[in-house]
């Protein structure tokens, strides 16, 4: 397949990377600077729909338009879109390019590029020859949830935007053991294992004990972690970071 990017930022270079991983070889790309040199650049959204079968959607949502009106512009016919855009839904980008087009709408994130991407997609009912196979692409990026569109805004919360909101604690807690006068690295590996191992010990309890009871695991009466989550509940830290997901879902819909 022929894939078109317009944009290369941070989504579609993680896309790129990941597609390329897995054995996909023809791209082009467009951006308004034009300045990546490690893939066939395309001189116009024309030319780059011309030489492509999938075209994703690589720009932020404030510049969506533009990019669909000269897309409206231009023969899609029998071009399939992928849509990472936050907030921007299925319909908008139909109307706005006025004609019928198969589209996919995916909220990844930067783990992707890695397959262990959280991705959430839905899809218009029009047909295309590569839509299965865009799905199964996206299939081996980690876990591929079909979702209503109407919950695209929470996804996008908490996995779309999540891993940034937990490299926020990870900072505190990196800021903290630079006391360890450590080199860099050794202290990205330690908190790298930290996620890993907390991963590790979710996935293989998460099932048949609760979250609270993970917890209560790990905190023993009158001892360290239980004078954290003391402060954490008595400051309603939890709220706090209810609040986090709410502001990004409500951000969401604005779009
Ligand atoms: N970042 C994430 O973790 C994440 C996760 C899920 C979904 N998303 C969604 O993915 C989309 C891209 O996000 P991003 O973080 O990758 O953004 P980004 O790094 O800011 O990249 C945006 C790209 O769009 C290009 N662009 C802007 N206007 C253009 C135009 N008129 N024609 C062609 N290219 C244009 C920019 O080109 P120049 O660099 O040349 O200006 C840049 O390459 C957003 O809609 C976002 O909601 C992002």
């Not at 023969?75 to 908008?92: D, M, Q």
Request: net charge neutral.
């Amino acid at each position: 397949m022929r894939h078109g990017f317009i944009g290369y930022g941070n989504v579609i270079k993680a896309i790129h990377a990941y597609l390329q991983k897995i054995g996909e070889k023809e791209f082009t790309y467009i951006s308004r600077t034009n300045s990546e040199n490690s893939i066939k650049c395309s001189k116009s959204i024309n030319k780059l729909v011309e030489n492509s079968d999938i075209i994703w959607l690589g720009i932020k949502p404030q510049n969506l338009d533009q990019v669909l009106n000269v897309l409206s512009k231009t023969n899609i016919n029998e071009k399939l879109f992928v849509s990472p855009v936050a907030g921007k839904r299925i319909t908008y980008i139909e109307q706005t390019l006025g004609q019928e087009t198969s589209i996919i709408r995916i909220m990844p994130n930067l783990a992707l590029e890695f397959g262990n991407s959280v991705t959430a997609y839905t899809t218009n009912n029009i047909q295309h020859k590569h839509k299965n196979e865009v799905k199964r692409l996206l299939q081996s990026s980690g876990q591929l949830i079909e979702i209503d569109e109407t919950h695209f805004d929470l996804f996008t919360a908490i996995f779309g935007s999540g891993p940034a909101f937990l490299l926020k604690l990870i900072d505190v807690q990196k800021n903290k053991i630079r006391q360890l006068g450590l080199e860099d690295n050794q202290m990205n590996n330690m908190l790298a294992g930290l996620l890993e191992g907390t991963a590790a010990y979710y996935r293989n309890n998460c099932n048949r004990l609760s979250i609270d009871e993970l917890i209560t695991n790990i905190a023993s009466k009158g001892g360290t972690t239980e004078a954290g989550l003391n402060y954490l509940n008595e400051n309603h830290i939890d709220k706090h970071f209810e609040n986090v997901i709410n502001m990004a879902q409500k951000r969401s819909t604005e779009l």
